[in-house]
């Protein structure tokens, strides 16, 4: 990874633990599920994909953060997520409820699809005007 890409996604993180309660706390249930969790289980199929998209929406807000800084549009990063989550629960009916892996694809498909939902209100907002970063790009550039 180059050295800006590492920069920029430990400025994003300290933005996100900068953030008002309880924010820093539904982040780190996005991280536990879509990036322990996926570890945990990541002999299966689904964890490996669930890791996939969690690592394109990292690499897609960093881009988002290098260039406008910490603004509403960083929800667009989670797009990944549209297709995963209708898939997870076709994926279900051969998996079983009754299974830690079952309880943790819902867990990640209740707690994703809650956060697109944030995310969605968010790029609109931000489509809508609302274009101020909460805090600038890296460098002071956006």
Do not use: C
Request: proline residues 6%; aromatic residues 12%; hydrophobic residues 55%.
């Amino acid at each position: 990874m180059q050295e800006e890409t590492v920069k920029a996604m430990i400025e994003f993180n300290k933005a996100l633990m900068s953030m008002k309660m309880p924010w820093p706390l539904w982040i780190g249930l996005l991280l536990a599920l879509n990036a322990i969790g996926a570890i945990y289980f990541f002999g299966a199929i689904e964890a490996k994909v669930v890791f996939a998209a969690f690592i394109a929406g990292m690499l897609t807000t960093t881009a988002i953060f290098r260039a406008k800084g910490f603004v509403r549009l960083l929800g667009i990063g989670h797009i990944f997520w549209l297709p995963l989550l209708p898939w997870l629960v076709t994926r279900l009916e051969s998996i079983g409820l009754d299974s830690p892996l079952g309880y943790w694809i819902v867990a990640v498909i209740v707690v994703d699809g809650i956060s697109l939902v944030i995310d969605a209100v968010d790029v609109f907002r931000y489509l809508r005007g609302e274009r101020e970063p909460y805090l600038p790009a890296p460098g002071g550039t956006h």
